[in-house]
């Protein structure tokens, strides 16, 4: 008889750092590596199994989150954010079995790139003012799209977010509370599509114990990390998350 729950140890050499990195990103350290989770699993399970799988272990990520960060949100962008946000998981739903993963991570690692080119090119001066609202209302909606999709909501959020020069703390809050609603609201039609069935869910509890190990270390890390190196740990993370992205979608076999 099969066990309700994967077993192959393959699986779990790519899923445990993938969530600790996933739980080291939630807390707003080192933003962009969580977009490396799907990725890493899908190594050893498909895209979509991978971010059913996710599901639970995002949701205690996302509650820790919003509890270490409940002094510091802006409250303006959150509500800004939200709704486009949430624009971008309908629309994921709705394209979700015409849509090829691979295609989309694709897509998405090569607008991590570009964004990375344009900061290193064209350097953002001190008085710059901070992207449009119509840019942030198209990359918030992106960002619940594949975020959907693959859990890879991280990079669009940024294009938009990173260049306002929050402090990390209320970067990192306004994030966790942007992602908790829009993680929340693919419940249900990740039911509806079929992929939260008994063996994604055992799996996914067997990885659980380590979700708040991930988000400590990150919320520590954080609170020591001068403002500076934050935001270029932001951009590595974006740029190997870029590089991975690109490299599944477009040359992997």
């Known amino acids: 008889m099969d066990l309700p729950v994967i077993t192959d140890p393959g699986f779990y050499a790519v899923a445990i750092p993938a969530v600790l990195m996933l739980g080291i990103s939630k807390s707003g350290f080192g933003a962009g590596f969580g977009s490396l989770a799907v990725p890493l699993m899908a190594m050893a399970v498909s895209v979509p199994q991978a971010a059913a799988i996710l599901m639970p272990v995002l949701l205690v990520m996302d509650v820790l989150g919003v509890h270490a960060w409940r002094r510091h949100f802006d409250w303006p962008l ?8 949430l624009l971008g998981t309908v629309i994921g739903t709705l394209s979700f079995k015409l849509l090829d993963p691979k295609l989309v991570a694709g897509l998405v690692g090569v607008f991590t790139l570009a964004f990375l080119a344009q900061r290193l090119l064209f350097p953002p001066r001190a008085d710059s003012p901070a992207p449009p609202k119509w840019l942030g209302g198209l990359l918030s909606t992106t ?7 693959a859990h890879a909501g991280g990079p669009p959020v940024n294009a938009y977010v990173v260049p306002m020069r929050l402090p990390p703390p209320v970067y ?5 509370v942007f992602f908790f609603a829009v993680n929340l609201s693919k419940w249900i039609p990740y039911g509806w599509l079929g992929l939260l069935d008994l063996r994604n869910m055992a799996t996914s509890a067997v990885l659980l114990p380590l979700a708040p190990i991930g988000v400590v270390i990150g919320v520590k890390l954080a609170h020591r990390v001068r403002p500076v190196l934050f935001y ?9 998350t870029g590089l991975k992205l690109v490299w599944d979608g477009f040359f992997a076999r």
């Open 78 to 85: 959150i509500r800004f954010m939200l709704p486009f946000g």
């Open 143 to 149: 960002a619940g799209f594949t975020s959907f999709i």
């Open 172 to 176: 990192a809050a306004s994030m966790a």
């Open 232 to 240: 270029r740990l932001v951009f590595i993370g974006m740029l190997l």
